[in-house]
C-alpha cells in the first residue's frame, strides 16, 4: 500500500528534455481503452512517429509495453492490468491518470520489475479527447522516464527530490538529425561534443529541480559514438542520470548494449559570474576558408566559423552562426550546439598552429556554463584563450559573446588530443 505521505511532494515546473521514454521502439505497444476516444488517437499519433502501437480492450500477459489509459476512464477502472502485470518483468509501462495534474507516479508499485516505467497524471480540463492524446504523445516522445504531471494550462511539473534515476533515448538517423551527415569522420557521421553537450544541459534542466543555469563538469569522451546505422534504421543513444546528491547529477550517454561513450556531472547554479574574456593580442591572421576537409572535416551544415580574426600563441578570436542560420531543424534548443561547435573548431584551429600542423580532436571539457538557455541569435564572438601545450595535446578555454559583450555560454579546460596520423 502507498502511503498517502509519500506523493504529498513539492512538484516544481519544469521543461521537458527532449529524450523519449527508453524502449518506446523496441517493440509493439498495447494501448488500453480510456472509454473516452483518447486511446485511438494515442495510437495514431504514435504510429505516424514510427512507433507500432494497438488499441486492445485487454493486455496479453506477453505483452512487451502497456500504455495503460484507465487512469482517465469515464468509469471507475478495475485492477485487471495491475493484476495481469504482476510477478512479471516486460519492457515499457506507462501509467495515464487524472487527478488534475497534480500527483504523478503510481507507474512504479504497479510495475516494479520493468525497465522503462512511468506515470503521468495528465488533467483533462475543457481539453478535446485530441488535445489529450497530443499532450501525452509528445512527454512520450520528448519526456524521458520522469514522472510528470500535464495540466490543462500547458504546465508540466515533476516531484522535486532530485533522487531518483532518470533516462531518456534518442533516436539518431538521417532524418531525426540530417544535419549530423555533415559530421562525417571516415565515411561515418560522428556524434559530436558539441551536441552532448546540449543532451547533458536538457538533461539538467529537467531533470535538476532548483532553479540557476546548467553547469557540466569534468565532460569525459570514453569513446566515440559512430552512426553505423544512420542511413538504415538509425542508432539509439540513452542517456542516464543518476544523483550524485540533491544537487548534482551524474551523467552518462550510453550507446548499443549499453556501452559508456560519455561521463559527466552536472548541477544548476544561480548568480554565476561569467569571466573576462579579452581578445589575445598575438593574433595573426589566416586564410579565409579554413574548411580544408582534414583539419576542418566538417561539411555545410557545421561550418560555423563565419570569420576568423587571428589566431596566435596566446589563443584565437572569431565570429560564428548558430543553429538557426545553418538550417538545423528542431523547435527546442537548451543551448546552440552548432556554434558550440564552431568555437571547439576555432580552438582546433589554434591547436593546428601550435602542434606544427597536427589535427586534434576535443576529448573533454572541465566545465562547461550556460549562462542563457536556448540558441543564440545573431552572431556570436568567440574567444579561445590558450592553455598548457603538449607533443600531441592541448588544452585552452572558450568564451561564446553576444555582439554586445554579453557572455553567453564558456567552456574551461577544453582537452584537444592529437588524432592519429
Given at each position: 500500500m502507498i502511503e498517502l505521505s509519500e506523493r504529498c511532494k513539492r512538484m516544481v515546473e519544469v521543461p521537458p528534455p527532449g529524450f523519449a521514454l527508453p524502449g518506446l521502439r523496441g517493440g509493439p505497444l498495447i494501448v488500453t481503452d480510456d472509454g473516452?476516444?483518447?486511446?485511438?488517437?494515442?495510437?495514431?499519433?504514435?504510429?505516424?512517429?514510427?512507433?507500432?502501437?494497438?488499441?486492445?480492450p485487454t493486455v496479453p500477459s506477453d505483452a512487451y509495453g502497456v500504455i495503460h489509459l484507465g487512469g482517465l476512464h469515464v468509469a471507475p477502472a478495475d485492477d485487471t492490468v495491475a493484476r495481469t502485470l504482476a510477478g512479471r518483468s516486460g519492457g515499457v509501462f506507462v501509467t495515464v491518470q487524472d487527478t488534475g495534474g497534480r500527483s504523478p507516479g503510481l507507474a512504479g508499485p504497479a510495475a516494479p520489475d520493468w525497465p522503462a516505467v512511468k506515470a503521468i497524471d495528465c488533467e483533462r480540463g475543457n481539453r478535446t479527447s485530441a488535445a489529450i492524446a497530443d499532450a501525452i504523445v509528445r512527454e512520450l516522445l520528448g519526456g524521458g522516464s520522469t514522472d510528470v504531471g500535464l495540466r490543462a494550462d500547458g504546465t508540466r511539473t515533476t516531484v522535486a527530490t532530485g533522487t531518483e534515476r532518470s533516462t531518456g533515448e534518442l533516436?539518431?538517423?538521417?532524418?531525426?538529425?540530417?544535419?549530423?551527415?555533415?559530421?562525417?569522420?571516415?565515411?561515418?557521421?560522428v556524434v559530436p561534443v558539441a551536441l552532448v553537450l546540449e543532451w547533458f544541459a536538457a538533461a539538467a534542466l529537467a531533470w535538476l529541480p532548483e532553479p540557476g543555469s546548467a553547469v557540466i563538469r569534468d565532460l569525459s569522451v570514453l569513446r566515440k559514438i559512430g552512426l553505423d546505422g544512420y542511413g538504415n534504421g538509425g542508432n539509439r543513444v540513452t542517456v542516464q542520470g543518476n544523483p550524485a546528491d540533491p544537487a548534482r547529477l551524474k551523467l552518462e550517454l550510453l550507446g548499443a548494449r549499453d556501452a559508456r561513450h560519455y561521463r559527466a556531472t552536472a548541477s544548476r547554479e544561480a548568480g554565476l559570474r561569467p569571466a573576462e574574456w579579452t581578445v589575445p593580442p598575438d593574433l595573426a591572421p589566416v586564410p579565409p576558408d579554413v574548411y580544408d576537409g582534414r583539419v576542418l572535416f566538417h561539411?555545410?551544415?557545421?561550418?560555423?566559423?563565419?570569420?576568423?580574426?587571428?589566431?596566435?600563441?596566446?589563443?584565437?578570436?572569431?565570429?560564428?552562426?548558430?543553429?538557426?542560420?545553418?538550417?538545423?531543424?528542431?523547435?527546442?534548443?537548451?543551448?546552440?550546439?552548432a556554434a558550440l561547435d564552431g568555437g571547439l573548431q576555432l580552438a582546433v584551429?589554434?591547436?593546428?598552429?601550435?602542434?606544427?600542423?597536427?589535427?586534434?580532436?576535443?576529448?573533454?571539457?572541465?566545465?562547461?556554463?550556460?549562462?542563457?538557455?536556448?540558441?543564440?541569435?545573431?552572431?556570436?564572438?568567440?574567444?579561445?584563450?590558450?592553455?598548457?601545450v603538449w607533443s600531441d595535446a592541448a588544452e585552452c578555454d572558450i568564451g561564446f559573446l553576444g555582439a554586445d559583450g554579453t557572455v553567453r555560454a564558456e567552456l574551461f579546460g577544453v582537452s584537444l588530443i592529437a588524432r592519429p596520423a
Open positions: 473516452g476516444g483518447v486511446a485511438r488517437q494515442v495510437v495514431s499519433r504514435l504510429a505516424a512517429a514510427g512507433i507500432a502501437a494497438h488499441l486492445h533516436q539518431l538517423d538521417a532524418a531525426t538529425h540530417p544535419y549530423l551527415a555533415d559530421h562525417d569522420l571516415g565515411g561515418t557521421p561539411g555545410p551544415r557545421f561550418q560555423a566559423i563565419r570569420e576568423v580574426h587571428g589566431i596566435g600563441a596566446g589563443g584565437a578570436a572569431a565570429v560564428l552562426t548558430g543553429v538557426a542560420d545553418l538550417g538545423w531543424p528542431g523547435r527546442t534548443w537548451h543551448t546552440d550546439p584551429l589554434w591547436a593546428r598552429q601550435r602542434l606544427l600542423g597536427r589535427a586534434t580532436l576535443p576529448m573533454g571539457v572541465r566545465e562547461y556554463r550556460t549562462h542563457r538557455s536556448g540558441r543564440f541569435d545573431g552572431p556570436t564572438r568567440c574567444v579561445v584563450r590558450a592553455g598548457g
